[in-house]
């Protein structure tokens, strides 16, 4: 399946047309989701089965959709979609969601959690991410749960990143956050922002130098082709979220939100078991199909060069102190070194 090209038209066209709420054949309800990722990428497996599993309880009442590669439009667009309620949910990236909501700044940040455990124990802790998860209730949407997006990692195209003095003068594409493209500054590179579906073309034509992201992206996203060096600085976890229109979720009756809820509760659960194996294999076909080099830099120079970036979340939301305090007590229990 390909893209539209005149997304923002297909989206403007589908607020009009749709609404979360438009009845199918039968009087079901027609439950849209979007996301940006390929059929065979953990986020659609995980969807997929929301959808089996959904159906096969209320298949009645709903029938849900899934949207998979962008079909509905760029990231940024669907979650306009969700707003609007044109759309039931879409999966987006905790980093776009900042211009949103500041709170989502504070998932943004690089080098937020020592260790996959740390990331993982705070994202499943309620007291730590419902202060997030709410505030886009008055824009609209809110996450009903959280995915694995695993580490973003520097990689390029024909220079080896091995400490942040290698990325002078690069041009590297980053998410559209302000958190991001201040990232870059502080690491001496220079910021591109733009959308995921946009960076494999900007790549092939030279655009940009290189990009970063999990190792999904080599693969999934064929960005191994091009680019031939993947560098370990670990610079951040950033989750995926799954987001869900207000209208269309505070209107589901009790026992329908019930069994909704343990749906979102299986998609992360089908979501981080298959992260685990996908990471694994694109690893593999990256470094044995696309001939990527995988490097293994010392992140303590990057870490110090964006540390700045907590003083400064720190002193622009002090609200949301009490969350990192809690973040840092998972951080001790679960320290660098930690699975
Ligand atoms: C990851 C993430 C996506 C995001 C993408 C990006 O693939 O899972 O949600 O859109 O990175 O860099 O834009």
Not at 145 to 153: E, H, K, P, V
Not at 172 to 187: A, D, F, K, Y
Request: hydrophobic share 40%; aromatic share 10%; proline share 6%.
């Amino acid at each position: 399946m390909k893209r539209l090209p005149a997304a923002a038209a297909l989206a403007a066209a589908l607020a009009a047309a749709l609404c979360a709420c438009t009845a199918a054949p039968g009087g079901r309800l027609t439950v849209r989701i979007g996301h940006n990722q390929a059929t065979s990428h953990p986020t659609h497996i995980a969807l997929a089965a929301f959808e089996a599993f959904i159906e096969e309880r209320l298949g009645d009442r709903y029938d849900i959709e899934v949207y998979p590669s962008e079909l509905l439009g760029s990231q940024t667009e669907m979650v306009q979609l969700t707003q609007t309620g044109a759309i039931s949910f879409c999966v987006a990236s905790n980093s776009i969601l900042e211009t949103f909501s500041e709170n989502y700044t504070l998932f943004n940040l690089p080098y937020l959690f020592a260790s996959a455990q740390a990331y993982h124990a705070a994202m499943d802790d309620p007291a730590v991410t419902g202060p997030i998860f709410d505030s886009t209730r008055q824009a609209g949407f809110e996450a009903v749960t959280w995915i694995d997006a695993g580490t973003r990692n520097f990689y390029t195209v024909d220079t080896p990143v091995d400490s942040p003095a290698d990325l002078r003068g690069l041009k590297i594409r980053v998410q559209q956050s302000p958190t991001n493209v201040e990232m870059m500054r502080l690491l001496g590179g220079s910021a591109t922002p733009m959308g995921f579906g946009e960076v494999y073309t900007a790549l092939q034509a030279k655009i940009i130098d290189g990009a970063e992201n999990n190792e999904m992206a080599l693969t999934s996203n064929g960005h191994g082709d091009v680019c031939k060096y993947y560098s370990y600085d670990m610079h951040q976890m950033i989750p995926d979220l799954l987001i869900g229109n207000c209208g269309f979720l505070d209107a589901l009756p009790a026992e329908d939100r019930a069994i909704f809820e343990e749906g979102f509760r299986l998609v992360n659960e089908i979501e981080r078991r298959e992260w685990v194996t996908a990471v694994a294999e694109a690893k593999e076909t990256a470094e044995a199909k696309q001939g990527v080099q995988f490097l293994y830099p010392d992140t303590a120079p990057f870490q110090q060069a964006c540390q700045p970036l907590h003083e400064q979340m720190l002193d622009s939301y002090p609200a949301l102190a009490p969350v990192y305090g809690a973040i840092q007590d998972y951080n001790a229990q679960y320290p660098a070194g930690a699975s």
